[in-house]
Nanobody
Framework: QVQLVESGGGLVQPGGSLRLSCAAS????????MGWYRQAPGKQRELVAI???????EYEDSVKGRFTISRDNAKNTVYLQMNSLKPEDTAVYYC?????????WGQGTQVTVSS
């Protein structure tokens, strides 16, 4: 079994920054990719950013240039640095692990951007 635990969410003013962390534990073998998704009230869950086993990254268009995904393999942790936050970034952010053994999700962490 694999567990993903997110942290780092909170309330921030527009233009501010937050860094989300996702610590993975358990039977972690053969990672295809890890990523961050978000779901705003009344909307579908959407991909924010992913990082592949080879280190390649992809971003949703609205966060390009503002968000950066990274990982620390030694700690089995993936990060999402979010800068220049906007009210429309408000959502629950979920960590996702795409492993050979299956797809796993964290419990989510709330990010609220408001003045």
């Amino acid at each position: 079994q694999v567990q993903l635990v997110e942290s780092g969410g909170g309330l921030v003013q527009p233009g501010g920054s937050l860094r989300l962390s996702c610590a993975a534990s358990g039977r972690i073998f053969s990672v295809n990719a890890m990523g961050w998704y978000r779901q705003a009230p009344g909307k579908q869950r959407e991909l924010v950013a992913i990082i592949t086993s080879g280190g390649g990254t992809e971003y949703e268009d609205s966060v390009k240039g503002r968000f950066t995904i990274s990982r620390d393999n030694a700690k089995n942790t993936v990060y999402l640095q979010m800068n220049s936050l906007k009210p429309e970034d408000t959502a629950v952010y979920y960590c996702n692990a795409n492993l050979v053994s299956g797809i796993y999700w964290g419990q989510g962490t709330q990010v609220t951007v408001s003045s």
